[in-house]
């Protein structure tokens, strides 16, 4: 009876020991500000909005631009790992919200795309947050146009990352020869997965919002 009594309390004590990050969820949202493309931030506003009342307290958000060169954190609009606290985490989603209505009401299109500085950036946020579960959501058409001087052909680094690409708009070229749409997600699926992505999903109905974190 003791030999059972001292299990059980090792292993009360092992749980209590657990890494809550492990249990915690990390978002980063990449929000594309190219050419026509900017003219849909309002629905980037409603996503924004779903997942501030949907993460927890110890989840962590960030969202960021997507510009003609998007490796850096500059290019963060607002980040943010919500309290246990109700009223702090409040308080903290009041404050992320308004970064975000501010910032998106300002907009100025950018010139290029860089889809692949923008996820390489988002990677290295959610590692360092740690959490167990890790996703980045691009707000795009999912068009990368690069300047002649970005360098961005090279194997990138996605482990155990869920890549959700929402609101993928089809453009003029895709609507003379849908190939072109159908090509170009099935290109950027083959590299999310090459990259080690855990998943890579497409949501394009705004109204299915609860997909974006939902489980595989």
């Known amino acids: ?13 092992l749980a209590g020991c657990a890494d809550p990050k492990e249990h915690s969820h990390a978002v980063y949202m990449l929000i594309d500000t190219s050419g026509t493309y900017s003219q849909e931030s309002a629905k980037a506003q409603l996503i924004v909005n779903y997942l501030l009342g949907t993460l ?5 958000l960030a969202v960021a631009r997507v510009k003609s060169r998007s490796f850096s954190e500059k290019d963060i609009i607002a980040k943010a790992t919500f309290d246990s606290r ?26 290029y795309t860089d889809i692949t500085g923008a996820m390489i950036q988002g990677a290295e946020y959610l590692n ?3 959490a167990g579960r890790k996703t980045i959501i691009v707000f795009s058409d999912m068009q990368e146009e690069l300047d002649k001087v970005t360098v961005r052909d090279f194997p990138i680094s996605l482990q155990n990352i869920r890549i959700v690409a929402v609101n993928v708009v089809k453009l003029s070229t895709d609507n003379v020869d849908p190939r072109r749409y159908l090509g170009r997600l099935d290109d950027w699926k083959k590299r999310v997965e090459a990259a080690g992505a855990s998943e890579w999903r497409v949501i394009n109905d705004l109204e299915r919002l609860d997909s974006i974190l939902a489980r595989s």
């Open 1 to 13: 009876m003791k030999k059972i009594l001292f299990a059980l309390s090792t292993l009360l004590a």
């Open 86 to 111: 109700p009223s702090q985490a409040n308080a903290q989603k009041r404050a992320f919200r308004e970064a975000i209505d501010n910032s998106l009401r300002q907009v100025m299109p950018s010139r």
């Open 56 to 60: 927890q307290p110890g989840d962590s």
């Open 128 to 130: 360092e947050a740690g």
